[in-house]
C-alpha cells in the first residue's frame, strides 16, 4: 500500500494491484508533483465534489487510461457529458464494494457547483478500505458535528484539509482529529493558492500525541 500526495487535494494511491487516483487537479495546479499527460496507468479516479480544483484533470485522465471516474450522480453525469471513458455514480450509503476493497461517500460540509452555475449535487469524502487499510480523504470541508461518526470507522490515515479560507483550518483540523480519532493524518489543501497559505506544522502542535501529523511535500509517499 503506497499513498502519494500529488499537491493540494490530488492523490494517487496504489493497492490491491489497483492505480486509484482522488481529486487529480494536476494542470494548472503550481504545486503538482506530476503532470496529468505524464499519467499512463489508472484503475480509478475518485471526485469528491465539482470545483475544479479537484475535478482537475479526471476526463483527460480517464480518456487517456481508461479508468472508471467515480463521484455523486450529478457530478459523474456532468463527467461523462465531458467525455470521461467510464463514470459510476455513488452516494451517502454503506459504501460500494470495488476491485480493490471498499469505498464509502461520507458528508462534507460544502458548496458543489460546477463551473459558473451547474449543480454538482453534495459535497463529500470518501472512506476507502483496501488491503484492511482504512484512508478517509475529506475532499474539502468545514469542521462538522457528522465527523463524529468516523471514529467507528477506525481509520488509519485521514486526509484533512487545513488551509482555511475554503475549508477547515489548522485549528478546526485538530478539533476533528478529536472526532474522528485517526492514527495518522496528512494536512492538505494549504499553499496552492495565496489565500489558502498556512503553516501545516500548526496541526502537528495543536494535535500533540492524539494522532501522528504526516507532512508531505507534493511528491512524496507513505
Ligand atoms: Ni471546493
Ligand atoms: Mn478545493
Known amino acids: ?11 494517487k494511491i496504489e493497492g490491491a494491484g489497483k492505480i486509484i487516483y482522488v481529486d487529480p487537479f494536476l494542470t494548472g495546479n503550481p504545486l503538482a508533483a506530476v503532470k496529468a499527460e505524464d499519467i499512463d496507468a489508472a484503475d480509478y479516479i475518485f471526485v469528491t465534489h465539482g470545483h475544479g480544483d479537484h475535478t482537475g484533470d479526471a476526463v483527460a485522465i480517464s480518456k487517456k487510461t481508461g479508468a472508471t471516474v467515480v463521484a455523486n450522480a450529478e457530478l459523474s453525469g456532468w463527467l461523462k457529458s465531458q467525455g470521461a ?23 462534507a460540509l460544502h458548496g458543489t457547483t460546477i463551473g459558473a452555475s451547474t449543480h454538482g449535487g453534495v459535497a463529500a469524502g470518501f472512506v476507502f478500505d483496501i488491503e484492511g487499510v482504512k484512508i478517509y480523504h475529506a475532499g474539502d470541508t468545514g469542521l462538522t458535528k457528522e465527523m463524529e461518526l468516523l471514529a467507528d470507522e477506525k481509520i488509519d490515515v485521514a486526509i484533512l484539509p487545513v488551509g482555511g479560507y475554503y475549508t477547515m483550518d489548522a485549528k478546526d483540523a ?46 512524496e509517499s507513505i
Not at 480519532?181 to 498556512?198: L, Q, S
Open 85 to 107: 471513458e467510464k463514470v459510476e455514480s455513488m452516494y451517502f450509503s454503506g459504501g460500494c464494494d470495488f476491485d480493490f476493497g471498499h469505498a464509502k461517500m461520507v458528508y
Open 174 to 219: 485538530a478539533r476533528a482529529i478529536d472526532f474522528i480519532k485517526p492514527k495518522k493524518v496528512i494536512p492538505i489543501h494549504y499553499d496552492t493558492f495565496p489565500p489558502i497559505k498556512a503553516d501545516p506544522g500548526k496541526l502537528a502542535e495543536l494535535a500533540g500525541t492524539k494522532a501522528e501529523i504526516i507532512i508531505l511535500k507534493p511528491g
Open 1 to 11: 500500500m503506497k499513498i502519494t500526495w500529488l499537491g493540494h487535494s490530488a492523490f
